[in-house]
């Protein structure tokens, strides 16, 4: 009887001692998308117009706290201006869901997925990550801070990369009517 008790105590403690010494195994943290934000913000010569797009998906990874990975799908149909209103709205808006711009019909969702994560300080990471936009699939890399269960990134993209070229003085825009090729993202998520 003793010895079978002797047996379920170094069992117990090296079981646990075993356990503890495991690596504990990536987090996926689901992103709120209803609470989460992607904002946009575009440039002409003559001003700049800015809104919102909303996410279908997105996660982000961790081991131990540390970010490692994340991905995410944007829907392309909810592009919209939120600097406009009425006509001038619903104009640009439709502009940016055409062939011009995002072709939307066509290319429903746009996708990140990050591809390197290296830290840079205690909640900063720089991210290098695929960034498809109708179909075209290009290397971005950008800032993340994370802190507690929020995190927040800018990404600049070169809208002629994925063919949007519409107003783009390398494709044969006037001057007077261009339209940048770099758009801005603010992403502010909450998992």
Not at 60 to 79: P, Q, S, W
Not at 154 to 171: A, H, I, M, W
């Amino acid at each position: 009887m003793k010895k079978g008790v002797l047996s379920l105590a170094f069992a117990l403690v090296f079981g646990f001692t075993a356990t503890a010494t495991e690596p504990i195994a990536e987090e996926k943290k689901e992103v709120n998308t209803e609470t989460s934000k992607v904002t946009w913000k575009a440039y002409k010569v003559t001003g700049s117009h800015y809104g919102s797009i909303a996410l279908k998906s997105g996660a982000l990874m961790f081991d131990e706290g540390k970010l490692t990975g994340g991905e995410f799908t944007v829907d392309m149909g909810t592009i919209n201006t939120e600097d406009l209103e009425g006509d001038s709205k619903g104009k640009l808006d439709g502009h940016l869901n055409s062939a011009d711009f995002f072709d939307t019909a066509n290319h429903t969702s746009s996708t990140l997925k990050f591809t390197s994560v290296k830290a840079t300080g205690k909640n900063s990471y720089d991210v290098t990550g695929d960034l498809t936009i109708k179909g075209i699939t290009k290397s971005i890399t950008f800032n993340v801070s994370v802190y507690g269960s929020k995190a927040t990134a800018t990404l600049k993209v070169d809208r002629t990369n994925y063919d949007v070229k519409y107003g783009s003085t390398l494709f044969g825009a006037a001057a007077d009517k261009a339209i940048y090729d770099e758009f801005d993202l603010v992403v502010d998520l909450e998992f």
